[in-house]
């Protein structure tokens, strides 16, 4: 098993590009989520998914799109990046059904100029 | 929603000392806490969970214990080695969904 694959690793874009932050996982596992982590904020919650075709914002949504098409892929969407929008990216998957803890991606490294 | 607090934001202790990390959470309804790893540059790893119906659970240097009442949650490393040397967050959930997250303790174990 691959786990949870992020790709890419390491992006810049202009401010006003768009871009996708692909998500796939192979556990079988319903939920899905996104987060951004930045120094001294910890881990903030974009988006998440219960399964296939159902989606949800979380903290921070604003000027992100997600879309969960399958089981197994949950892309990000970054519609018009601006600078404030420099983070480190995780998606994160785990079974819905009782209480286990989150397996993360290795992370996309973002940054706007 | 859920908040949850995390302290300190950095802690540094000597090689073979303890190291305590407290965190709070505001939801009473959250049954299920874990705790993360996270090494410089890489992402964030489960070490230990616990959930709401245990109070303590421990393994080897690394427990954890839960105080539902008070709402607070803490991670306990014994025996620190450079090793340990990391950023530990806490986490709450409601049937291990959502997870929110403190904001994070940087451990520095000195050798």
């Known amino acids: 098993n691959a786990g949870v694959t992020q790709t890419p690793k390491f992006q810049v874009l202009k401010t006003g590009q768009s871009m996708t932050l692909q998500c796939a996982q192979d556990?079988?596992?319903?939920?899905m989520s996104w987060y951004r982590q930045d120094p001294g904020m910890g881990l903030r919650l974009i988006h998440y998914?219960?399964?296939?075709?159902?989606?949800d914002q979380g903290e921070v949504p604003n000027g992100y799109n997600v879309s969960r098409s399958t089981t197994e892929d949950f892309p990000l969407r970054l519609l018009s990046a601006a600078p404030s929008q420099t983070s480190v990216y995780f998606c994160?998957?785990?079974?819905?059904?009782?209480?286990?803890?989150?397996?993360f991606g290795s992370g996309t490294r973002l940054t706007v100029v | 929603g859920e908040n949850v607090e995390q302290h300190p934001s950095t802690l540094s202790v000597q090689e073979g000392d303890s190291a305590v990390i407290k965190c709070t959470y505001s939801d009473s309804a959250s049954n299920y806490f874990p705790w993360y790893k996270q090494e410089l540059g890489k992402r964030p790893q489960l070490i230990i969970d616990?959930?709401?119906?245990?109070g303590e659970k421990k393994d080897q240097r690394i427990a954890v214990t839960l105080n539902k009442t008070a709402k607070h949650f803490s991670l306990h490393i014994t025996e620190t080695q450079p090793e340990d040397s990391a950023v530990y967050f806490c986490a709450a959930s409601i049937a291990g969904n959502q997870f929110y997250f403190g904001t994070g303790t940087s451990l520095t174990v000195i050798p």
């Open positions: 998914s219960v399964g296939a075709g159902i989606t």
């Open positions: 994160a998957s785990s079974y819905v059904t009782g209480a286990q803890g989150y397996t």
């Open positions: 616990i959930r709401s119906n245990v």
């Open positions: 556990m079988n596992h319903e939920y």
